[in-house]
């Protein structure tokens, strides 16, 4: 009567290429045409404590650079996607969205509108808010939230425990 879900892994229609997003490194492209709902990729994750984060930083006296990969989990834990889902970029107007599936656990990436073949896919980090992220030639980051928001009330956005936040 019911089909049984697919909780296999895979890597889809994805390649990485140079971002089209100033001084944002790479970024993921789509290879062929993706339906709107068509999920793009599900990536195993790699779970651990968020104190974990702080420890590497501690040790290392500076942000460690897991910090820029990891998303927010439940139960006080972090996950870095495998996969490509860690390196997606963000934009406000992203055509993908991300969803954590806790009971397989993985993530996911989910179309939100018809992306074309060689279209960069982007997602947005911050649920629920404007949040302006932006690149120095460097490499670093920096967000910009809106006034009122914190850090924590992103919603499972990829987790960043030290950005230099700027309130808009």
Known sequence: MFRERDTSLFIGPVRVGASSIDAAGNGCFAT???????????????LFAKETLIVLEKYAD????????????RDNQAAVGWGYTSLYNHSNEAN????CV???????IVAKC???????????????ARADVEFTPSGDSFVNLPMGM????ALSAPLSLKPTIKLV
């Open 32 to 46: 062929t045409d993706i339906s709107k709902g068509d999920i793009i990729e599900r990536g195993a994750v790699l």
């Open 62 to 73: 500076a942000r460690h650079v897991l910090s820029d990969y990891a998303f927010n989990w």
């Open 150 to 153: 914190a850090e924590g009330d």
């Open 102 to 108: 806790y009971d397989i656990p993985a993530i996911e």
């Open 114 to 128: 018809d992306i074309n073949a060689g279209e960069e896919i982007c997602i947005t980090y911050y649920k629920g």
């Open 96 to 99: 993908a969205a991300f969803r």
